[in-house]
């Protein structure tokens, strides 16, 4: 994640298409990946695995505020969500890779991985259900 500005008018190929108007955009000017969400500051990223991972974070934490969190830190959210969705979420910033979280963890890449499925999981879930009561 590299860019954390006011949302312009979405444009470019979506790639990803979730229920709640959540998408993944392919920006052609800059091949970046963009994450769209109503009421979402605009979130770029290099590749389309970050992409679809901060949009599980923000399934998994129904939705978060990420404008201002440059000065903030990480969106409250996120930490309150557990160690899982932190993990998760970290993973989408461009200086960290699954190594260094899992240093920051103390843990292992093996149960960081398993973090991320438990995420993901999450996330499906609750796409699901909302697709299933007619919300979306």
């Known amino acids: 994640m590299s860019t954390s500005d006011p949302a312009p008018e979405p444009t470019g190929r979506v790639v990803e298409e979730y229920v709640l108007d959540v998408r993944i955009v392919d920006d052609d000017t800059d091949e970046r990946y963009r994450f769209d969400a109503p009421e979402h500051t605009d979130i770029a990223f290099d590749t389309l695995e970050d992409a679809r991972l901060y949009a599980d974070v923000y399934f998994d934490v129904n939705g978060f505020v990420e404008d201002g969190t440059g000065e903030r830190g990480v969106p409250p959210e996120v930490v309150q969500a557990g160690k899982d969705t932190l993990a998760a979420y970290l993973m989408t910033l461009p200086w960290a890779d699954r ?38």
């Open 99 to 136: 190594d260094w979280v899992a240093s920051f963890y103390g843990s292992t890449p093996t149960e960081i991985d398993r973090y991320l499925t438990w995420v993901r999981d999450r996330a499906e879930e609750i796409r699901t259900e909302v697709t299933a009561q007619g919300l979306d």
